[in-house]
Every structure is written in structure tokens, then in C-alpha cells.
């Protein structure tokens, strides 16, 4: 199982990591999808910020303080539970399924993290 914990939070990073670069740098399709959702451009750099400390405390977790990953996880998983319930609220379906994707791993991360 240590294994599998470390694969899956491993690819949460990256995720988010990711994404969060995307946030950063102003993606068009970042910016077209906030747009739809309703999201003011000027939430990017905060929303990418909280992703980027998810992922941080993803990998410190996963280090060294497995309690701080759990609970990073877990804030992962509140932050998509937002992104879902806003592209819901927004009646924008079409693409709900990268949101969807991102709580998978997140709480994925987390159910792994609790069985450590």
C-alpha cells in the first residue's frame, strides 16, 4: 500500500502543481473556463496559491509529517468540492469532469493518507 499512497499523491502534486502554473501564467482556456464559471480573473493567483500549498503539503506529507498531508489532502478536497458546486451553481457541466478529476485525486490522497 505505501506504494500506491505514494504513486496517487505523487500525481496529486503534479496536478495541482500544474494547474496552479496554468492559474499563474494566465492559460486561455484557465481564463475562458473562470470566465463561464464566474470567477473573477483576480481570484487566479489566490485560487493557484492555495493549490500550490496543497501540493506543498502533499509532498511534505509524504516526507516526512504524514498528519500535514492528510490535512492537506484534506484541503484539497474542500477546495474541489468549491470548484464542483461553482461549475454546478454556473449550469457549466460540459467540463466538470476536470474539477471531478482533481477532487478524485484529492480525496483518493486522502483516503490513502488515513490508512497509512
Known sequence: MPTVHAAVTLV????????????????DFVLANSARVGVPRSWLPFLAVLKLAGAAGLLLGLLW?????????AGLVAFYLGAVAAH????????????????????????LALTR
Open 65 to 73: 509529517f504524514p498528519a500535514l498531508g492528510a490535512a492537506a489532502a
Open 88 to 111: 454546478v451553481r454556473a449550469g457549466v457541466l460540459s467540463n466538470i469532469a476536470f474539477p471531478g478529476a482533481y477532487l478524485a485525486l484529492a480525496v483518493a490522497s486522502l483516503a
Open 12 to 27: 496529486t502534486i503534479l496536478a495541482n502543481a500544474g494547474i496552479a502554473a496554468a492559474d499563474l501564467l494566465k492559460a
